[in-house]
T-cell receptor, first 114, second 115 residues
């Protein structure tokens, strides 16, 4: 039973399109995150939500809009996709905002914009 | 802002040997947590080991152990009896114990295990 599941695993789309990535966790965690991993494998936080409330918005273009309908779900919608958006996007969760027990990550979504 | 530095982009080790991956970090905080994550070719991020800054004792998890030097702001990972399955990208990460609620990663070290 997958703890943090993301769909889809792969997404290939054309520039200018709008796409969504879904994330669900069944761990009962309060806090969820979106991280972006670029082509050099560098991981950078984009957003975090705690109990459906936005906690961190890390200077991400407003074409990216996260939505958390409940604390078990955090979706990422991207408008007007650009070539530079191509990356692997990871969803993660932690017990609470402190994250002191570490994060549990999903398996990632590889987004390719052509 | 906290920064995490992994100075070894790539390392290699012979199967059954021991390897140490380096990590340093910069912070003015006294309360924080440190982690090592492993990312094999499958892309999955796997938590390897964690260390609380207030604990002097180095964390160990089976073949994985850390050398935590708080004054030097150093947090190295030692992998003993290396196995082929240990081949992966390893990321060092820092989590503030205060109100900066995000995990900050280093750039990673790619570990190759030679048979």
């Amino acid at each position: 039973d997958t703890a943090v599941s993301q769909t889809p695993k792969y997404l290939v789309t054309q520039m200018g399109n709008d796409k969504s990535i879904k994330c669900e966790q069944n761990l009962g965690h309060d806090t969820m995150y979106w991280y972006k991993q670029d082509s050099k494998k560098f991981l950078k936080i984009m957003f975090s939500y705690n109990n459906k409330e936005l906690i961190i918005n890390e200077t991400v273009p407003n074409r990216f809009s996260p939505k958390s309908p409940d604390k078990a779900h955090l979706n990422l919608h991207i408008n007007s996709l650009e070539l530079g958006d191509s990356a692997v996007y990871f969803c993660a969760s932690s017990h609470n905002m402190k994250g002191n027990y570490g994060y549990t990550f999903g398996s990632g979504t590889r987004l390719t914009v052509v | 802002a906290q920064t995490v530095t992994q100075s070894q982009p790539e390392m290699s080790v012979q199967e059954a040997e021991t390897v140490t991956l380096s990590c340093t970090y910069d912070t003015s905080e006294s309360d924080y947590y440190l982690f090592w994550y492993k990312q094999p070719p499958s892309r999955q991020m796997i938590l390897v080991i964690r260390q609380e800054a207030y604990k002097q004792q180095n964390a160990t998890e089976n073949r994985f152990s850390v050398n935590f030097q708080k004054a030097a702001k150093s947090f190295s990972l030692k992998i003993s009896d290396s196995q082929l399955g240990d081949a992966a990208m390893y990321f060092c990460a820092y989590q503030s114990g205060g109100s900066n609620y995000k995990l900050t990663f280093g750039k990673g070290t790619l570990l190759t295990v030679n048979p």
